[in-house]
């Protein structure tokens, strides 16, 4: 069955062709380790990680390059401000490495929370630096640049167009013009390839330009040829990266090789929180550590972002959660019914749940209706082994581990019991001051509370 994908290159929904049916060659923006992922963050490696199970379940051997930036990141994406890792330096009053090191690793954690297969090749900016050399000593023999007193720019100019993602039109608009920036910009599109360093500046390289260090846009070119050619299969990241991070990948790399460096651009949205952007003014940035404070282990946000497709924004809400937890909870109860089944079903059942799974995740990776089919699969009436090993067959797509699931008894403390036990009473005689003063001392000891028609309920944060 054929792999249907939107590429942000033709905007439309492309048949995927890979360049070589042998192995898929695939490479994602990482993250900036300044600080810990967010959720909206770490969606676009759900995202990333959907796309590789896909690939996988298809067959196809993988090939695919996640950068790690720890270094050369401004604040702005167009230039502007300062490193973000310098920034945090500052912040932590720590060296920038011991800061890089600290964060990417807090940020491999979370992609094993959230059980994200782990690209095959993982790429230091700052262990790649003779690479961006290299590759920029190239564009400039190509005769793509200039040179200001401390800048070596790509001149945007040169290309036969700039802005084939995003469509932005920006021929011959000067610096200055409209718009204010750099005025050692010749067109306002132009981009930092190499920067010589200020002597106060801490990550710093000796290099053809002096004690310098690369344009943040300059290591996913050179890392993304140096591990897979030009061109290769596919190109992921966030829609915040379209009009100007991936931009300037595509100007570097037809000013190295000629050519685009992929065939297919693949973009995740936005998650908003409450219906609107993430903001620390508005303290609803969360992390997985803060979700899990609030009772919802990382697996949990899996399943809410099979609520969306990944080209659609979503809406994070805490309500939302509450039903996508509800959701695993489902899955795996439903899984364990059938794992323990006796009862056969027909092979036209099962193959039947088999091609509509299998046409829902080549359609553009549609996680919303690939989980209408997990539960029918859930709710078969009739309780199969098979339809377990069904169950486990999808999970290589859907990621929640259930082949390893096995449900655990809460073993409570006799305090808490005790505790539950006076709150029932409570209830039962109308003693809602009492009621609720139980609630939260439990709240307070760690537990999330509910009430339902059996009584207490609590769960343990």
């Given at each position: 069955?054929e792999i249907?994908?939107?590429?942000?290159?033709?905007r439309?929904?492309?048949?995927?062709k890979?360049?070589?049916e042998k192995?898929i060659?695939?490479?994602?923006?990482g993250p900036?380790?300044?600080?810990?992922?967010?959720?909206?963050?770490?969606?676009?490696?759900?995202?990333?990680?959907n796309?590789?199970?896909?690939?996988?379940y298809?067959g196809y051997k993988?090939?695919?390059v996640?950068?790690?930036?720890?270094v050369?990141h401004?604040v702005?994406?167009?230039d502007?401000?300062?490193?973000k890792?310098?920034k945090?330096a500052?912040?932590?009053?720590?060296?920038?490495?011991?800061?890089?090191?600290?964060?990417?690793?807090?940020?491999?954690k979370?992609?094993?929370?959230?059980?994200?297969?782990?690209p095959?090749i993982?790429?230091r900016?700052t262990e790649?630096?003779?690479?961006?050399?290299?590759?920029?000593?190239k564009i400039i023999?190509?005769?793509y640049?200039?040179?200001?007193?401390?800048?070596?720019?790509?001149?945007?100019?040169?290309l036969?167009?700039?802005?084939?993602?995003?469509?932005r039109?920006?021929?011959d608009?000067?610096?200055g013009?409209?718009?204010?920036?750099?005025s050692n910009?010749?067109?306002?599109?132009?981009?930092?390839l190499?920067?010589?360093?200020?002597k106060?500046?801490?990550m710093?390289?000796?290099?053809f330009?002096?004690?310098?260090?690369p344009g943040?846009?300059?290591?996913?070119?050179?890392?993304?040829?140096?591990?897979?050619?030009?061109?290769f299969d596919?190109?992921?990241?966030?829609?915040?990266?379209?009009?100007i991070?991936?931009?300037n990948?595509i100007a570097?790399s037809?000013?190295?090789c000629g050519?685009?460096?992929a065939n297919?651009w693949?973009?995740?949205?936005?998650?908003q929180?409450?219906?609107?952007k993430?903001?620390?003014?508005?303290?609803?940035?969360?992390?997985?550590?803060?979700?899990?404070?609030?009772g919802f282990?990382?697996?949990?946000?899996?399943m809410?972002n099979?609520?969306?497709?990944y080209?659609?924004?979503?809406?994070f809400?805490?309500?939302?959660?509450?039903?996508?937890k509800?959701?695993?909870?489902?899955l795996?109860?439903?899984?364990?019914?059938?794992?323990?089944?006796?009862?056969?079903?027909l092979?036209d059942?099962?193959?039947?749940?088999?091609n509509r799974?299998?046409e829902?995740?080549?359609?553009?990776?549609?996680?919303?209706?690939?989980?209408?089919?997990?539960?029918d699969?859930?709710?078969?009436?009739?309780k199969?082994k098979?339809?377990?090993?069904l169950?486990v067959?999808?999970?290589?797509?859907?990621g929640?581990?259930l082949?390893?699931?096995e449900k655990?008894?809460?073993v409570?403390?006799?305090?808490?019991?005790?505790?539950?036990?006076?709150?029932?009473?409570a209830r039962l005689?109308?003693?809602?001051?009492?009621?609720?003063r139980?609630r939260?001392?439990?709240?307070?000891?760690?537990?999330?509370?509910?009430?339902?028609?059996?009584?207490?309920?609590?769960?343990?944060k």
């Amino acid at each position: 069955m054929e792999i249907k994908l939107y590429n942000t290159l033709t905007r439309t929904k492309d048949v995927f062709k890979p360049i070589d049916e042998k192995e898929i060659k695939m490479y994602s923006c990482g993250p900036t380790v300044y600080y810990y992922a967010h959720i909206g963050n770490l969606r676009a490696y759900v995202f990333m990680d959907n796309l590789r199970r896909v690939l996988k379940y298809n067959g196809y051997k993988l090939k695919h390059v996640m950068n790690i930036t720890d270094v050369g990141h401004l604040v702005s994406d167009a230039d502007e401000g300062e490193d973000k890792m310098l920034k945090a330096a500052r912040r932590e009053n720590k060296d920038p490495f011991e800061i890089a090191n600290f964060y990417m690793d807090a940020f491999m954690k979370d992609m094993e929370k959230l059980n994200i297969d782990k690209p095959e090749i993982i790429a230091r900016a700052t262990e790649h630096i003779d690479v961006m050399e290299s590759y920029v000593k190239k564009i400039i023999e190509n005769g793509y640049t200039y040179q200001t007193e401390d800048t070596i720019y790509f001149d945007t100019s040169k290309l036969d167009k700039y802005g084939v993602l995003s469509n932005r039109k920006v021929d011959d608009q000067k610096a200055g013009a409209r718009v204010e920036f750099d005025s050692n910009k010749k067109n306002i599109s132009d981009f930092a390839l190499w920067i010589k360093a200020p002597k106060n500046h801490i990550m710093k390289w000796d290099s053809f330009f002096g004690l310098s260090y690369p344009g943040w846009h300059l290591e996913c070119s050179a890392m993304g040829y140096k591990y897979l050619g030009c061109p290769f299969d596919i190109h992921t990241g966030g829609v915040d990266h379209i009009s100007i991070h991936h931009e300037n990948e595509i100007a570097q790399s037809k000013g190295f090789c000629g050519k685009i460096p992929a065939n297919y651009w693949m973009h995740c949205e936005f998650l908003q929180v409450d219906g609107g952007k993430m903001s620390k003014s508005l303290n609803n940035i969360y992390t997985l550590d803060d979700l899990k404070e609030k009772g919802f282990e990382p697996l949990v946000y899996r399943m809410f972002n099979y609520s969306s497709n990944y080209r659609a924004q979503i809406n994070f809400t805490f309500e939302a959660m509450e039903a996508a937890k509800t959701a695993l909870g489902r899955l795996r109860e439903g899984y364990l019914k059938h794992k323990e089944g006796t009862d056969d079903v027909l092979e036209d059942v099962i193959k039947d749940y088999e091609n509509r799974f299998l046409e829902a995740i080549n359609d553009d990776l549609n996680m919303p209706v690939a989980m209408s089919v997990v539960w029918d699969v859930v709710k078969n009436p009739i309780k199969s082994k098979r339809l377990a090993d069904l169950l486990v067959k999808f999970d290589e797509v859907l990621g929640f581990d259930l082949q390893n699931y096995e449900k655990q008894e809460e073993v409570l403390p006799e305090e808490i019991k005790q505790l539950i036990s006076e709150r029932n009473n409570a209830r039962l005689e109308k003693n809602w001051a009492e009621s609720d003063r139980i609630r939260d001392l439990l709240i307070e000891k760690g537990y999330i509370v509910k009430d339902s028609k059996e009584g207490t309920i609590v769960e343990k944060k």
